[in-house]
C-alpha cells in the first residue's frame, strides 16, 4: 500500500475506522496468546516426563529394596541351615561314638557263660555299669534296670519292674552338673528331696574371717564399717577383709584399723573365697550383686545389711547387728540358694559355639535392647535347640528367680520365690498382643540369636553393666550356672522372701472391706 493511501485510511481525529482498527487489533495480539499457548503446552508435557521419571525412580528403588531384603533373607536362612546342619553332624558323631562303645562292651559281655546264677549277678552289674557311664556322658536320659522280685514267690504274679532315674551331666563340656535322683520302687514314683525345701547351714568350725563390702559415698556406711569392723576384731576375734577403698578410709579415721587386709589385683580376688568365710554387705540390693560379682566360682555365706532403698535381698537391719551377728557366727542359720546364670558372647566369626568371649555371671538378669537405635530388635530365641519365637520390640530380660522382682517385674513378668528354681524369658514391651513371659525350667540352655536381616545391632547387659554390643550374626548363650549365692535368711526364704513384696512393693495394699454393707441373708 502506498504511504499516501495508508496516512488517508487515518481519520483526521487521527481514529481508525471499524473494520481496520479491528484488523489491527486481531493482527497485534495473535503473537502473544500463541505464546502463552504454547508456553502452557510445554509444561503440561514436562509435568508428564517427569512424573513418569519419579514413578521409574520409585520402581526400580522397591525392586533394589526387594533385592536386598531376599540377599538378607538368603544369607540368614543360609547361615541356619549350616547352623543346623554342624548340630545334626555333631549329633550324629556322638551317636556313633555311643554306638561303637556299646558294641565294644557288648562283646565283652558276650563272652561271659551264663550258666551259673553268680555270672547272671556279674552281667546284670556290668550291664548296669555301662549304662551309669552313658548317663555320665551323654546329655539327660533315663535308664530301666529290671529287677526280680521274691524268689520263692510264685513264678505266675506279676510283678512290677523297679528302676530309678537320674539327672546326669549334660555333655562333657557343659556347665551343668545335676545330681538329683527320682526313685522308682515298684513302678511307684516318689521324689525324695524337693529343691525348693529350706535349707539350713550348720558351721562345723567356726568362721575365722570375714569379708566386709561396703555401698560407696555414704557416711552412715562408713561409721557402721568403723563400728562393726572393730566389735568383729575386739569382741570375736576374726580377721577382717575390705576393699582397697575402704581400708584407705578406715586408715583415715585412726590408726587402729592397721590390721584390716585386702587385695592388691585380680588374681588375689581370685582367691577370696579360699579366705573368707562369711561375707557381709552394708548398703542396698545393688552391694549383694556386686559381692556376687567378684565370686567366679563358689561363694562363701553373704549377710546382708540394708542400707539401701528397696531390699529385696537384705533382711537384716543394720541397728541390731549385734544380735544378727552373734546368732549367725554361732549357727545353725537358714539360708536362700540365689541360683546365677553364666552367659557367653559367640560372636559370628567364631568356628564353633564352644569359641566364645569370657563368661559372665549374673545374679538378677541379662538384657537384650535396641540401645540407641529407633528400630525394633529382632531376636530369634532357641531353648535347647528348639525355636521357641522371634522377639519384635524393645527387647529381651532372662531373669533369674532371685530378678523377678527387680527389671523382669517392671516389664510385667511374674514374682517368683528364689528357691524356685527357673529363668524368666520376659518381652520389653513385644509389638504383639499374645506375647506373654515365660517361666522355663533350669536346665534348660538359652540362645537368643540376631538374625542377618536386623536392621540394627542389639545390646546386651549384665546386671545393669558390662554392656555388650552383639551384631547380626552374633548371640548370646545362658544357662544356669554351677555356683549359687547364698545368702542368710532373718526368719527363713519364704518368710524373708514375703516381707519384702509387702514392705518393699506394698503388694495387694488395700482399704478393707467395710463390715456395715448390704449382706446375704
Known sequence: MAPNKLNSSVNENGSCSPSENGFARSFSLFPAEADHELLQSSIQESDGHLIEFSEALRTVAKALRRAAEGKASAQAEAAEWKRKYELERARNLKLDHKVQSCRVNQGDLDGLKLDSPAKKLVFCDEADELSERCCS??????????????????SKMLRKASFKLSWCSKGEQSDQHKHDIVSFERG???????????IS?????????????????????????????????????????????????LLNVSSYYSFVETWKDDKEISLLHTKV???????????????ASMFKGPVPPVVPFSLGSLGFMTPFHSEHYREYLESILKGP???????RLICHVVRDAAKSEYETEDPILVLNEVT????????????????????????????????????????SLAAGGSMVHPQVPGILFTPICPHSLSFRPLILPEYVTLRVQIPF???????????GKDRKQLAPGDALVCSMALWPVPTACQVDSTNDFLRS???????????????DGPRDL
Request: charged content about 20%; some cysteine.
Open 137 to 154: 556322658r551323654h546329655g539327660i536320659c533315663s535308664h530301666e534296670v529290671l529287677r526280680d522280685g521274691n524268689p520263692d514267690s510264685d
Open 188 to 198: 511307684n514314683i516318689t521324689t525324695a528331696e524337693r529343691s525348693s525345701k529350706q
Open 201 to 249: 547351714l550348720k558351721w562345723e568350725s567356726c568362721p575365722q574371717t570375714v569379708l566386709i563390702l561396703t555401698k560407696p559415698n555414704s557416711v552412715s556406711v562408713q561409721m557402721l564399717c568403723a563400728e562393726m569392723t572393730r566389735w568383729l576384731r575386739e569382741q570375736k576375734k576374726l580377721n577382717i577383709y575390705v576393699e582397697p577403698r575402704v581400708r584407705k578410709e
Open 277 to 291: 568365710d562369711l561375707v557381709i554387705t552394708l548398703g542396698g540390693d545393688g552391694t549383694v550383686l556386686w559381692a
Open 333 to 339: 542359720i537358714s539360708i536362700t540358694l540365689r541360683h
Open 368 to 407: 537384650i535392647d535396641r540401645g540407641i537405635s529407633s528400630y525394633l530388635t529382632n531376636l530369634e530365641c532357641y531353648c535347647d535347640n528348639s525355636f521357641v519365637t522371634c522377639v519384635q520390640g524393645d527387647g529381651l530380660i532372662l531373669s533369674t528367680t532371685s530378678g523377678s522382682t527387680a527389671y
Open 453 to 463: 536381616n536386623s536392621r540394627s545391632p542389639a545390646w546386651a547387659s549384665f546386671d
Open 501 to 515: 513384696i509387702h514392705e518393699g512393693l506394698h503388694w495387694n495394699l488395700r482399704k478393707t472391706q467395710s463390715f
